[in-house]
């Protein structure tokens, strides 16, 4: 069920919780069916869809996945239900020299985030695990990789607003040029780029 729909988009981002404390409670397979589904709809290069999905759910697997966790991210071994997103470059739209597929695979868990926020869910993700033997566990190619581990629950904590503080727009948006005047790196910026971080606001956002 959407508890949440109704707070639209916008709304879900801003209070999403990062908590890593979880009820006991396993989602229903409707909705992580539902979740995969997001996944499945997320934007790839040329449609090559390259994310794979592993559900970690029997025991003596989720032990093996807890011994092979960084130090200080023990507490994935209390989520509910943990999932290995893995890829290959084999599966990739190569052009060139780049790689598509990393981009895509974080498309998909994005999907798969928002549809677990909208639902009540929290997703945090691990990144801090030992490759080799996670990838040996779960039986990828030598070629693929473990890309993201993902913690899935329900907070024992109700929602609340996210207490990170966000950038300002007019830090993270430029127009024609990577400039920022109050940032040293990009004092020698071109001169169709010598803009203040207001004025390159207002231009962005003047248009009809």
């Known amino acids: 069920m959407r508890v ?9 981002l801003k209070q999403r919780v990062r908590s890593r404390f979880f ?5 229903l397979k409707s909705v992580m069916k539902a979740l995969f589904e997001a996944a499945q709809w997320a934007p790839s290069s040329h449609n090559t869809q390259p994310w794979r999905f592993v559900i970690l759910r029997d025991k003596p697997v989720r032990t093996k996945i807890h ?12 989520a509910p239900l943990m999932i290995a997103v893995w ?12 790689l598509f597929y990393l981009y895509d695979v974080g498309a998909a868990v994005m999907a798969f985030t928002l ?14 695990f030992k490759q080799k033997p996670i990838a040996e566990l779960i039986g990828i ?8 581990l993902l913690a899935v629950g329900y907070p024992s904590t109700p929602f609340s ?20 005047s109050q940032h040293p790196r990009y004092e020698r910026a071109p001169e169709f780029g010598r803009k203040s971080a207001s004025s390159v606001n207002e231009t962005l956002f003047g248009y009809n």
């Open 4 to 12: 949440r729909a109704r707070l639209g988009l916008p709304t879900i």
């Open 23 to 27: 009820l006991t409670r396993i989602p």
């Open 67 to 78: 011994e092979n966790l960084h130090p200080g991210n023990e507490w994935g071994a209390e």
């Open 87 to 98: 890829s290959d470059p084999a599966f990739d739209d190569r052009i060139g020299n780049t």
């Open 115 to 128: 549809a677990a926020l909208e639902r009540g869910l929290i997703v945090n993700q691990i990144a801090g």
């Open 141 to 148: 190619p030598h070629s693929g990789r473990v890309i993201v």
């Open 161 to 180: 607003k996210n207490k990170l503080q966000r950038k300002e727009l007019s830090e993270i948006i430029a127009l024609n040029t990577a400039y920022r």
